[in-house]
């Protein structure tokens, strides 16, 4: 088929305005919605679906042309593992064959399409990209406008490596912005990430009157066990300690890295009688943890607490006298939790 002048200057147009999607960072849902559309528009297709694999999560698009009008909808469908496996079967059976991908379309009817779509004129091609599959997308030929061609084929199969890219670079942008704001050893939240928290916090918490907590919590003797044990035992404690403190929260609690052997805590609608509370329930749980996998009480930390508004009213000064507590709870012997309002009460002015 020859398309003509006109038909060539939209195809340019939807190629053009999809790339500039991909490369401007939008969501992927936009940008596989727009692929569709543009389905619907180029091809003589009465329906399009775009059916994709997040993690084992399926979302099925469905793309619909009624009287030269379209309409998109998404849906999150049960994950079923004999579509799971059938496309990841068939995608390493095309690796072992020349590359070449050949659908079985009666599996993904019988778990996807409508009865009557099976009856009309069906193409598909699969989302691939950089060795992985990422779904298949899927045109109903709409046979009073014309029948499908092998030209209609190969622009499905470009669309196809459109959206494969689309949802590829999501993936990895998703993966940046997790790892900008967690820490690499523990897989908790950083220390950028935590200052960031605590002002919003803080402006929520004047807002609305309610107190928020901040601990920040110290490795006693974590030199001694590094010394003992060897760095990369050390390195290991550190994740556990992290594991056990974040086990012991709630969900709203935030969990950061501070700095080598530091840890902090946010705690939203938290005052010191709940701060402490907390903070007494973690350091038992730390002090009963079998770092070894055999001796409890290898470890220990220490603890200082400051309350928003009470104690600070600036991110600063509530780390400062979190920070001056937990000092002095060292200092008295470790394996202890002191607040700065003890602190305040053995330093009076």
């Known amino acids: 088929m020859v398309r003509t002048c006109d038909e060539k200057d939209i195809l340019f147009e939807t190629f053009a305005e999809i790339t500039s999607l991909m490369s401007s960072g939008k969501d992927n849902r936009i940008i596989l919605q727009k692929i569709i559309e543009n389905a619907l528009s180029i091809l003589p297709s009465k329906k399009v679906y775009l059916i994709f694999l997040d993690n084992r999560r399926i979302v099925k698009y469905t793309g619909t042309m009624r009287d030269k009008s379209k309409r998109i909808a ?3 469908i049960p994950a079923s ?62 046979q009073e406008r014309r029948r499908f ?21 999501y993936i990895l942008y998703k993966k940046l912005e997790v790892e900008s704001i967690t820490d690499g050893l523990t897989g908790i939240y950083n220390y950028r990430f935590l200052i960031r928290s605590i002002k919003i916090e803080m402006k929520r918490a004047s807002r609305f009157a309610y107190p ?32 056990v403190i974040t086990r012991n929260c709630r969900e709203i609690d935030l969990v950061a890295k501070y700095g080598g052997d530091e840890f902090a805590l946010l705690l939203p609608h938290t005052g010191l009688e709940g701060a402490m509370r907390l903070g007494e329930r973690m350091l038992k749980a730390i002090r009963h943890f079998k770092f070894d996998g055999v001796t409890p009480e290898l470890i220990t930390c220490s603890m200082g607490v400051a309350v928003f508004p009470d104690d600070a009213r600036t991110v600063e000064t509530l780390i400062e006298r979190a920070d001056a507590a937990l000092y002095l709870a060292k200092s008295r012997g470790k394996n202890a939790i002191l607040s700065y309002r003890e602190l305040d009460l053995t330093n009076p002015s």
Not at 100 to 109: E, G, K, P, Q, Y
Not at 149 to 169: K, P, S
Not at 231 to 240: C, M, N, P, Q
């Open 74 to 76: 998404v849906e999150d």
């Open 149 to 169: 061609t092998e030209d209609d084929i190969h622009l499905l199969t470009v669309m196809a490596n459109q959206a494969a890219i689309a949802f590829e670079n």
């Open 81 to 142: 593992a004999g579509i799971v496996n059938w496309l990841q079967r068939e995608y390493e059976s095309a690796k072992s064959s020349e590359g070449v991908l050949s659908l079985d379309l009666s599996m993904i009817a019988s778990e996807f399409l409508l009865e009557y779509d099976t009856c009309s004129t069906v193409v598909s091609a699969p989302l691939i990209a950089k060795n992985s599959l990422f779904g298949v997308i899927i045109a109903i030929n709409d």
């Open 212 to 243: 928020c907590a901040f601990i920040m919590i110290d490795v006693d003797n974590l030199k001694e066990y590094n010394d003992r044990n060897g760095h990369l035992s050390g390195s290991r404690a550190l994740r556990d300690i992290a594991q």
